[in-house]
């Protein structure tokens, strides 16, 4: 494997604009069926885990390229491989699960689908995080990196991964032998949409990129009685509200203002009719973190306010507010920063200054890390943002205050066009620079 330094020069050499414009020729060639394919995914998601038609036309246009597929990875998962001589290791993934939200956009290829998810729960199914944006420019990846195997060397591993949204889909596919059944990547590079950049702008995020994502339900027992007559009850309400307003304190008072952390209650249920005290409240809580040490200051906490809360209401030890920390835990997304630059670098002389910014992290979730942290001393990862907003409605946002659509609302719509475009491009440069010819 080549040093970074190596690779940082051979970036240097290989990704000139006249190669870039080349790729981008390219891509206005094939986008008027690139734009069918997204339209037919983004009418057609599915749920986490029940990705079988999506991965299906991934295995299908991968096979086609002349990859080495293999699917079923992790439940639902695609692995398509492509040797082509020495060099590096690459790993390029898409997530392809939509979101349980009923669309309403409008659009003439808008979802009308409906499922139910792994939890039990029926629901329509969208798009809604423009994982048929990273679908569709992972295609055109293949394609382009198949009919261009003279301008690099090396083995290329395409990766269209399951249950992103659910947290789940790397470790699945980890589990399910990615790193031992198949080539194991010196470097993994991936995009995701962003509400927050113009259409076709690119933006790195050196260190860490999204959050530790934990959701904690804390449930807070008391005495039940009648409204009438409180003073014969331990009221869970009371003791619940309680609990949540100081929770706002772990971010405020005990964490730096330069450690970010979220701690959201999400979800208080409790009772059941106006006159009667209840037994029981339920709380559900997101907690966004970045380093474990962080992470488990701020879950520690929270059993201790909770517990702190229930003594002084009096409540005996056995009727202690509990709190339960779910196993779906997605950790935190770490960019290893000085390959992150250097990818920034290449795209930035090869697209321009204008197309290429540092951008800022995020306290959302993504399981890319995963990928990286299986190996973090022998595996370089980062994954970029590409630009899904109108120029126009992203300047006259932020000139008027006008809020829009965010990615997981019924009614986001990427500019899908420059997203499909700018994703392909930025993985198709980055991968011909890590795995330069000779």
Known sequence: MKTLFAVASAITLISTPAKADAISDS????????????????????LSF??????????????????????????????????????????????????????QTGLAYASKARGTSTAGVESGIMHACGH???????????????????????????????????????????????????PKPNYAIAFHDSGDLAGGVIGTVPGYSFANVDSVDLTVRGLGGHGAYPQTTKDPI???SAIVTRLQTLVSREMSPFEPSVVTVGSFHAGAKHNIIPDEAQLQLTVRSYGDAHRQRLLDGIARIAKGEGIAAGLPEDRMPTVLVRETHTRATWNTPDFTRKI??????????DRVVETTPTMAGEDFGEYG???????QATILWVGARRADDLAKARKDGTVLPSLHSPFFVPEADKVIAAGAQALVISAMALMPKG
Do not use: C
């Open 344 to 353: 920034n670098a290449v795209l930035t002389q090869s697209l321009g200054a």
């Open 27 to 46: 891509i206005a060639r094939d986008l008027p069926g690139l734009m069918e394919v997204y339209r037919d995914f983004h009418a057609n998601p599915e």
């Open 132 to 182: 048929d944006t990273h679908m569709t420019a992972w295609i055109e990846v293949a394609r382009l990196m198949a009919a261009n195997r003279q301008m690099w060397s090396g083995t290329l591993v395409m990766v269209g991964q399951p249950a992103e949204e659910v947290g789940l889909g790397a470790r699945a596919m980890l589990a399910d032998g990615l790193y031992t059944r198949f």
């Open 373 to 379: 942290l299986a190996d973090s001393a022998n595996i």
């Open 238 to 240: 009371v003791l619940a």
């Open 50 to 103: 029940q990705e079988v038609r999506s991965a299906a036309r991934l295995a299908a246009e991968a096979r086609k390229a002349g990859f080495e597929v293999t699917e079923k990875v992790g439940k639902t998962g695609v692995v398509a491989v492509m040797r082509n001589g020495p060099g590096p290791v690459v790993l390029i993934r898409a997530d392809m699960d939509g979101l349980p939200v009923i669309e």
